[in-house]
Nanobody, 125 residues
């Protein structure tokens, strides 16, 4: 069993920054593939960023590449998503998700069995 709790969302103006946190319990983040997804109203939940010891560097959706950075703090059992240069199209509920490392790498929404409750990010024009 893995529990995930996101925090750090809020309202920010265009060009601003936010850092999202996802605290995990039940497993260490070093033994779990972690990913960030987001869902805007009326749209499908989409992959944003993923991090795992099974790959050499984090993976990012093209829409956030160069602006968002995923990282992990093993001591705090927490993963982060640093979001810079935010734009209105980044407005969404952001979710962190976990997949057991032994299941292999996937950035597909359907392959994740553990989800946080989501945190709202709103970027004003």
């Amino acid at each position: 069993q893995v529990q995930l709790v996101e925090s750090g969302g809020g309202l920010v103006q265009t060009g601003g920054s936010l850092r999202l946190s996802c605290a995990a319990s039940g497993r260490t983040v070093s033994s779990v593939t972690m990913a960030w997804f987001r869902q805007a109203p009326g749209k499908e939940r989409e992959f944003v960023a993923g991090i795992s010891y099974s790959v050499g560097s984090p993976s990012y959706a093209d829409s956030v590449k160069g602006r968002f950075t995923a990282s992990r703090d093993n001591a705090k059992n927490t993963v982060y998503l640093q979001m810079n240069s935010l734009a209105p199209e980044d407005t969404a509920v952001y979710y962190c998700a976990a997949r057991r490392l032994e299941f292999g790498i996937s950035w597909s929404r359907s392959d994740y069995g553990y989800w946080g409750q989501g945190t709202q990010v709103t970027v004003s024009s």
